[in-house]
């Protein structure tokens, strides 16, 4: 097959692949009337596992902050945002990116996951020492303990896995499963403790059980998916990494710079106001947590889908902006399950399910509330920004919000502590997803795709 045959198979293949996406995403995504047989059952498995993993997360997380404290709980949260800024620096926005490369160019399947696999290993090397250098240079006044660090690196190590090979090979399932297994394993050490000696339970318990349980989950997932994937032909690994530092530069800035919404402002609450303080923050904070788990779990599947309608070779327009708008409808839908209540009956599930010192914290709950009630369209548009190479706009998005934040913490966090933390989440993270929206808007128009398909 000469050269112009093969690249037009592959256009072809691509084009093929957009269309199967495009009726795909319908099922699983346009309306639960659209789904039946198989995909019904994949679609209602992979739900029913993020509810029940969702559902153990939100209670153990529960029984940790009632057992720790407020102060307690506080410096738990401290060290799993300081893992969460490890965790996206050694995605390198991978987690963004290469369901779209691996679909648009899936003659270099093996390479990239060799590459990605190298360059997030490396980054995680960094990131271990530097929290070994923070611990033995700062002492034992820096705030940080052995404890935490463990819970930080357990936060990270998930970073290392291969959820864009599942996703590719849809199999979403799988990957779930095994995902269901660690967070199991990782429960079941923690009530476990907690229903025999409550006392015992501390951060570097906890940290222990989160790091053994991540390794759990990352050696489940290798010992599957790396005996299937062809890691045949000429693999440049070496071009591929550097090729991949280039390119996500602008993905992976803006990765970070997201964690100006969600994590900055629990750092500068803990600096200002207190661990206890914090704490507060961090339980309404669940709610969030919860929220986002089932919004990925949705997102999951539209993904590959979005990545084909956004192919350079594919030619499926019709009923793309349609797919989209509905796309989205699903995600604020999900959204409103756990955000609606929290605006509504803030006070009351804080005084159902925490210690009364946490009751203060409505005022924080609410705003938080309002807040996932957008987040599902802006991850939905956001998804198609970086699917359609918009990297440029999708980092200085995250930048203006991000610059936002920081001034909005600074100004509203002495003032106001908790809320004040979640006032500048809302306002500074709503404005960069209004842009997203904008973009996806002026990119659809651009391209002259019919607003009616």
């Not at 319908?26 to 993993?53: C, D, N, P, W």
């Not at 800024?85 to 050694?90: E, F, N």
Request: proline share 3%.
């Amino acid at each position: 097959m000469s050269e112009a045959q093969d690249k037009s198979a592959r256009v072809f293949e691509c084009e093929e692949s957009g269309r199967r996406g495009s009726r795909g995403a319908a099922r699983y995504l346009i309306s639960l009337l659209g789904l039946r047989g198989q995909e019904l059952s994949k679609f209602f498995s992979l739900v029913a596992m993020s509810l029940f993993t969702a559902g153990l997360q939100f209670a153990t997380m529960v029984k940790i902050a009632n057992v720790l404290g407020k102060a307690g709980f506080g410096d738990l949260a401290y060290a799993i945002v300081v893992g969460t800024y490890g965790s996206t620096i050694i995605l390198y926005g991978l987690d963004r990116t290469m369901v779209r490369d691996m679909i648009h160019f899936p003659g270099r399947f093996g390479e990239f996951v060799a590459a990605s696999l190298f360059l997030r290993a490396g980054i995680f090397g960094i990131f271990i020492l530097g929290l070994v250098l923070w611990i033995v240079l700062s002492g034992s006044g820096g705030g940080f303990s052995w404890g935490a660090a463990a819970v930080a690196a357990a936060v990270s190590v998930p970073s290392l896995n291969l959820q864009p090979v599942y996703d590719v090979w849809d199999k979403m399932q799988r990957h779930a499963v095994y995902n269901l297994l660690r967070r199991s394993a990782y429960f079941a050490a923690v009530w476990a403790v907690v229903l025999s000696s409550p006392e015992g339970l501390s951060i570097s318990l906890i940290g222990l059980f989160m790091l053994l349980s991540a390794i759990l989950g990352i050696f489940l997932e290798y010992r599957w998916a790396i005996a299937r994937i062809e890691f045949t032909g000429p693999l440049h690994i070496g071009r591929a990494t550097i090729s991949m530092i280039k390119d996500n530069v602008w993905v992976s800035l803006a990765g970070v710079g997201c964690l100006s919404f969600g994590g900055l402002n629990q750092l500068i609450l803990k600096h200002i106001s207190g661990s206890s303080d914090l704490g507060g923050y961090a339980v309404c904070w669940q709610m969030v947590a919860l929220t986002t788990l089932l919004l990925m779990q949705v997102a999951r599947i539209g993904k590959p889908a979005v990545a084909r309608y956004s192919s350079p070779a594919s030619q499926a327009n019709n009923g793309r902006v349609s797919f989209l708008v509905r796309y989205g409808m699903i995600m604020l839908a999900v959204a409103a399950v756990v955000g609606l209540p929290s605006m509504l009956f803030a006070g009351p599930i804080l005084r159902t399910l925490f210690r009364p010192e946490y009751v203060s914290a409505a005022g924080t709950l609410r705003v938080l509330g309002a807040y996932v009630m957008i987040l599902g369209v802006g991850m939905a548009a956001s998804q198609y920004v970086v699917a359609a190479r918009m990297e440029r706009t999708y980092f200085f998005s995250v930048a203006f919000g991000g610059v936002l934040s920081a001034v909005l913490c600074f100004v509203l966090i002495p003032r106001y502590s908790g809320l004040g933390a979640a006032l500048s989440l809302l306002i500074s993270h709503g404005a960069a997803m209004g842009i997203y929206v904008l973009a996806v808007v002026k990119h659809l128009r651009a391209a002259g795709r019919p607003w009616g398909a």
